[in-house]
């Protein structure tokens, strides 16, 4: 893997992204604006397969929901 040095303006690491994972999965989860609230963390999860699959299984713990899990 390769940092690649080009923050630009409108871009959030990994950790960033990471750090707001919760919070912008409570808001999509009671308030349906939550890409329109925090559209960089959706940007990088669109970019990022790490940090989506990430997203995806908070998603669905925080739904309550975990049918693969024993
Ligand atoms: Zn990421």
Do not use: W
């Amino acid at each position: 893997m390769q940092m690649i040095d080009n923050t630009c303006e409108k871009e959030y690491s990994c950790e960033e992204t990471f750090a707001l994972l919760d919070e912008y999965i409570e808001l999509s989860l009671t308030n349906k604006e939550a890409a329109a609230l925090m559209p960089l963390v959706k940007q990088h999860i669109g970019m990022c397969p790490d940090c989506r699959e990430e997203f995806e299984a908070l998603l669905l713990a925080m739904q309550g929901q975990s049918p693969s899990l024993p």
